[in-house]
Nanobody
Framework: QVQLVESGGGSVQPGGSLRLSCTAS????????IGWFRQAPGQEREGISC????????LYRPSVKDRFTISRDNAKNTVYLQMNNLKPEDTAVYYC?????????????????????WGQGTQVAVSS
């Protein structure tokens, strides 16, 4: 059983940065990967990034590519999401989840996910 806890959210101005953390109570290596998702008010949950547990490869949705970086520290059972050059449209609750193939995370239509293990979410607000 994997339990996930997100942290690191907050309020920043456009162009600012935040680093989110996703810490697992069980071994995250039991999953194919760890994905980051976000859900803005009134919108479906969208997968934005994923890191594979097998080889550390990473994938991003185009809306965050080149601004966000996903990484992991296996010794700490933690996956990070470094978010730079934040925009108002990045405002959302951010979640992590234990996932299957990473390609599903960043290509499926928002809301079309069926994962068992989610964190509680952390709020990110970007405004001037």
């Amino acid at each position: 059983q994997v339990q996930l806890v997100e942290s690191g959210g907050g309020s920043v101005q456009p162009g600012g940065s935040l680093r989110l953390s996703c810490t697992a109570s069980g071994s995250i290596l039991d999953a194919d990967g760890i994905g980051w998702f976000r859900q803005a008010p009134g919108q479906e949950r969208e997968g934005i990034s994923c890191i594979s547990n097998s080889d550390g490869s990473t994938l991003y949705r185009p809306s965050v590519k080149d601004r966000f970086t996903i990484s992991r520290d296996n010794a700490k059972n933690t996956v990070y999401l470094q978010m730079n050059n934040l925009k108002p449209e990045d405002t959302a609750v951010y979640y992590c989840a234990a996932v299957g193939p990473c390609i599903i995370v960043v290509t499926h239509a928002p809301g079309m996910y069926n994962y068992d293990h989610w964190g509680q979410g952390t709020q990110v607000a970007v405004s001037s």
